[in-house]
């Protein structure tokens, strides 16, 4: 196949696009496949010889998309959303066809340039502090491991990355119960240990108590532990929960301790001045992570890392060999040097288009109703009989849980849940809270719409019916 021969067959992708999106609301959200279903259908071995783009497209249509949880489902109210807004998807476009590798300045000037204007425009419309820095990562995941790695060798005055952890102080990093397991896996992948993160009490909020925060610092240094890290929580996964930062980052900062905010899911709503509150004391953050992908529309996968100064990060990934260097001046950017992979997406293209294609009044309109529809869903929900919501809306999330008379409220929400999925209307997906099975309800599609969240609240409402 030659370039050619792709023409017609961007063609044929597109209306294939088009049709996807006009069907989406018509389809289940999930799929009722069984688990080895599609590999069955597959070959055991590769072809030996090229086959036409028309059977395996007819073959991508048959076996794929049916088989798909559709996240860009406007009823999906699952987990926390994966939105791609459409100028979105076509930036995504328009970059596999550059297919660029953008590991350095040289290897990529324009997305390299863009990405620095796009995480200042991102810091501007998050009201950040003027000349904080940042860098596009795939996801929290990686952009918080960065940060634990940066809090380690800060702590450990970057003898780590030469002599390793062997002979090195206990290190400890303190963050609360309400956590992504994205913050536990950074403490075991980089050395530091699961036992080493401190999982610092709540309070009647779920909000880390800095008072124990800080009584659990002098107490580790009095016992010879080094203390290096907060991680802070702003929008927990489970069901919203934000610490308070001005309480918690002055403790950081009284102990000269390296801090990192997770706020993966709430970040994009900070677009909203109203919603700002939630982090309070965000300026007194060395680095902070959100996630574009999640609410904002920019399409999977798009998170930034913002940071008070990156010279502790790069110092703490930087390795220069003399094949990556680059013979130019000091004033150019290597994005790789902020980050753990070598090689990088063109992702600031996406970023560019959204931004100007719905600006930020367009995203804190679909936010501002995200927001509003989740109160209102958890007031109607508290009336049907047997309901009961457990947390209440934290900006577009809220949990609840089925307590019909006589029975174990965790086995009839799990049934309920399990009822829910199989209706194919909606999708959602549960957690545990102060010990109780809850199901968790997350609006945040971009092209989601009251309607959407109204045949979601029915189906919960039918899917309780027939337990009956
Ligand atoms: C989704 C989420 C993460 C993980 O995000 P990835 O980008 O998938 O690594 C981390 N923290 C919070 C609070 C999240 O909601």
Redesign the pocket.
């Known amino acids: 196949m030659k370039y050619e021969d792709l023409v017609p067959w961007t063609a044929k992708v597109a209306a294939w696009a088009h049709n996807y999106y006009a069907t989406l609301r018509g389809r289940p959200v999930r799929p009722t496949v069984q688990p080895g279903s599609v590999a069955a259908q597959l070959p055991v071995a590769p072809p030996e010889q090229p086959e036409s783009m028309e059977t395996i497209f007819a073959d991508f249509e048959r076996l794929i998309p049916d088989a798909m949880t559709h996240w860009q489902h406007p009823r999906f109210f699952a987990y926390?959303p994966s939105n791609a807004a459409p100028a979105s998807i076509l930036a995504e476009q328009v970059a596999n066809v550059l297919s660029a590798q953008c590991m350095l300045w040289q290897t990529s000037p324009a997305a390299t340039e863009l990405e620095t204007v796009m995480i200042d425009w991102l810091r501007q419309a998050l009201d950040l502090p003027a000349g904080w820095r940042g860098v596009l990562q795939d996801?929290?995941?990686?952009a918080?491991l960065s940060a634990v790695l940066t809090m380690r060798e800060r702590a450990l005055e970057w003898r780590g990355l030469t002599e390793g952890l062997s002979g090195a102080p206990i290190l400890r990093i303190y963050a609360s119960d309400q956590?992504?397991s994205?913050i536990d896996k950074a403490i075991r992948l980089a050395g530091i240990g699961q036992n080493n993160l401190v999982k610092v009490p709540t309070d009647g909020d779920w909000a880390m108590r800095a008072d124990r925060l800080e009584e659990a610092i002098e107490q580790d240094r009095a016992a010879g532990y080094l203390p290096a890290g907060v991680i802070g929580?702003i929008?927990?996964?489970s069901i919203g929960a934000s610490d308070r930062l001005h309480e918690i980052l002055a403790v950081a900062r009284r102990h000269s301790l390296y801090s990192h905010v997770?706020?993966?899911?709430a970040g994009s709503a900070m677009v909203c001045p109203e919603f700002r509150e939630i982090w309070r004391g965000i300026e007194l953050a060395d680095s902070v992570v959100f996630?574009p992908?999640?609410w904002l529309g920019a399409n999977f996968?798009c998170?930034v890392q913002f940071l008070r100064q990156p010279a502790d990060q790069v110092r703490t990934l930087a390795i220069r060999p003399h094949y990556l260097q680059t013979l130019d001046a000091e004033e150019i950017t290597n994005y790789s040097e902020w980050t753990i992979p070598l090689g990088r997406r063109f992702r600031a293209l996406k970023l560019w288009f959204l931004l100007r294609a719905y600006g930020l009044e367009g995203l804190r309109a679909r936010i501002r109703n995200h927001v509003h529809w989740a109160e209102q869903a958890a007031e109607q929900l508290q009336a049907f009989p047997h309901f009961q919501v457990v947390t209440a809306p934290r900006l577009s999330l809220f949990t609840f849980r089925y307590v019909p008379p006589a029975s174990d409220p965790d086995v009839a929400t799990r049934e309920l849940l399990e009822r829910i999925n199989r209706d194919g209307r909606t999708y959602l997906t549960q957690t545990t809270h102060a010990g109780q099975f809850v199901i968790r309800f997350s609006i945040g599609h971009f092209e989601t719409t009251w309607d959407d969240v109204a045949t979601a609240l029915q189906a919960i409402q039918e899917s309780a019916v027939t337990m009956q």
């Open positions: 926390f996801t929290a995941t990686s918080t956590t992504h994205s929580c929008g927990g996964t997770d706020a993966a899911w996630n992908h999640k996968d998170s």
